[in-house]
């Protein structure tokens, strides 16, 4: 799991923090191989009833320890990994690479526009160099096709979130000319941050920009959006810079990795289909569904009616 490229491991961050990872970790790793050993020892019958209640002491001191750690400054995909390398049965070390939080939302402001436009920035990098990792290790099928759609709707999610904040906040041409070619940069930027991560690391830093909680606050605040601004036209200076598509910063990835889209071809076909087909038409989270990240720029998201107040 150790990097050569920048990163905050878990040896570097407060004692208290790290000890709380090691814990969850340890019990996640207690209760994955006490359900493995149990179904070695009998894989057709169900587990006793004292395994299951060892079961749900260790998952109980765990959830525990989780709501502890997230009280003591922890963020929750730094808690999110160390659970899962542990149900994997992973190491866990002072090394370990941690995923880098996600900055807190801001209300509507130029800083949002800001902050949602790099994480789309982050999200491209990621996303391709992922796509490159796993073709190098011959993974031709995208390994978790519900996370994958999810950060598909995350992207179009920001995407829209930046376009509508920039034209409330009545964003001028030129201001928005810098924040959005900023972005661009911010693409080669984390490109060369992430390019050395292994594919385990970067994995871990993928699923922080796959979690429903993007979408369903970028649901939020288009409600409250929408609701305060009703009224507002935009200017012909508003109409004309949108911050880049989702599809403009993932070309623009590939080209600074090095690749081109055709380079993923079969790979990327395939994890393409397999994305699609595991998706639900309920697992929408009140979202349009039909949307592909290659087709982002042409198509709307949707409030879901029943959001709440901008955060």
């Known amino acids: 799991m150790t990097t050569p490229g920048s990163g905050t491991r878990s040896g570097d961050i407060p004692p208290e923090q790290a000890v709380l990872l090691a814990r969850i970790h340890q019990l ?5 191989g006490l359900r493995h050993a149990d179904h070695t020892a009998d894989p057709v019958s169900t587990p006793s009833t004292p395994v299951l ?7 109980r001191d765990r959830d525990l320890t989780e709501i502890t750690a997230r009280a003591n400054g922890v963020p929750a995909s730094w808690v999110d990994l160390a659970r899962r390398l542990g149900h994997t049965g992973r190491a866990w070390s002072d090394d370990q690479l941690l995923p880098t939080p996600r900055p807190v939302a801001v209300r509507r402001s130029v800083q949002r526009v800001l902050d949602d436009t790099g994480q789309l920035a982050e999200m491209a990098a990621i996303t391709v160099i992922r796509e490159h990792l796993l073709t190098a290790a011959g993974i031709t099928a995208e390994p978790d096709p519900v996370a994958a759609q999810q950060l ?8 829209t979130r930046a376009t509508a904040t920039a034209t409330s906040i009545r ?4 201001e928005r ?17 992430y390019r050395h991560y292994s594919l385990d690391d970067l994995d871990a830093q ?4 796959t979690t429903t909680a993007i979408a369903d606050g970028v649901r939020r605040s288009l409600k409250s959006l929408r609701r305060t601004d009703r009224t507002t036209t935009p200017s012909s200076d508003a109409e004309i810079e949108k911050p880049p598509t989702p599809n403009a910063l993932l ?3 590939h080209r600074s990795l090095g690749t081109t889209n055709t380079d993923h071809t079969q790979a990327g076909a395939e994890i393409d289909a397999a994305v ?3 998706m639900p038409d309920a697992a929408t989270h009140g979202w349009d569904t039909s949307t592909d990240v290659r087709d982002s720029a042409a198509t709307a998201v949707h409030a879901h009616p029943e959001a709440g107040p901008d955060p």
């Open 53 to 59: 209640e060892q079961l749900a002491a260790i998952d």
């Open 28 to 32: 996640a790793a207690a209760a994955s």
């Open 206 to 209: 993928w699923r922080t920009h």
């Open 251 to 253: 070309d623009h990835a």
């Open 276 to 278: 699609t087909d595991a």
């Open 171 to 174: 964003m001028g041409r030129t």
């Open 152 to 159: 598909r709707r995350n992207m179009q999610a920001l995407w």
């Open 177 to 193: 000319a810098h924040a959005f070619q900023a972005a661009i940069g911010a693409v080669d930027a984390h490109v060369e941050r």
